[in-house]
């Protein structure tokens, strides 16, 4: 009963995004097709094309048959036309979106790990010097967005030592191939991905930290240090495990941070992911480009927050039956 109704949570949200998409170009002042293409695109149409796009918006229908139409061409594939880049928004988008989902990826699953890893550790050893050390230095991360982040690795890293690339994501006209290739994608990766790790590595650590403390008072902690059970086994298999579930319930809300972390990332670095694109669209006022850019974020962002809740019963049997018991 339980998951039916998150289903349905989940469902109602995309309803929202796809109309709140559809919405807000139609609620600027002026004509609808103005507002979706602008006015630079269309001093570039002719009539019969702009005839052909009220037609296939139905903006000369009601707003419920518009909204009809519109998700039909969502289903459809059909996100609208770049005239800045004379393509369609999908194959556009596609074409970045590989590069994004790498670095977005990359820099969550390190920032998770190293923030669970060192919030046990530093758990396990509160009050040290090693507790403190960590508790210190990752507090001070967190004060730093990610761009300012980005800069300051881009300088020392890129400028001043030369150590990594300056930006972009492969090297132009290298010609690189095989093992080189995959080799010159990582070292232009490095910086962006450390940028984005080390600005959110911090909220997985205090979490997890904060977890593992008031795990270790708990009853079946002490029975398992009775049984005479080593330091790994107690550290990790019982109180870090048990200390994970608040992470993982987390991580969907982080997905979207770092997500909004790394279309700024991106311009630091110019790397051609989606971020850029949205740079670029924006400085060429290719509005089809920025609402295509937002419904596929958003849904993303949707997506990975569903998958997380999915993986609860995985990590902790407990909630699978309170959802049983409701």
Known sequence: ?????NIITYVIALVFILALNFLLPRMMPGDPLTAIYGEEALVAMTPQLKSELVERFALDRPIGRQFGAYVLALFQGRLGYSYYYNAPVLSIVLGRLPWTLLLVGTALVLSTILGIVLGIESG???????????????MSLNGFPDFFMGMVLLIIFGVTWGVFPLA??????????????????IKHLVLPVAALTLAHVSGGYLLTRNTMITVLKEPYILTARAKGLSQGALKYRHAGRNSLLPVVTQTGIWTGRVVTGALFVELVFAYPGVGYLAYEAMMARDYPIIQGLFLIVAVAVLAANFLVELSYHKLDPRVRQVSRAY
């Open 168 to 185: 972009g994501a492969l090297t132009p006209y290298s010609g690189l191939t095989g093992g080189a290739a995959v080799l010159d994608v």
């Open 124 to 138: 396990w050893r509160r009050g040290s010097r090693t507790d403190r050390t960590m508790l210190a230095g990752l």
């Open 1 to 5: 009963m339980s998951s039916r109704r």
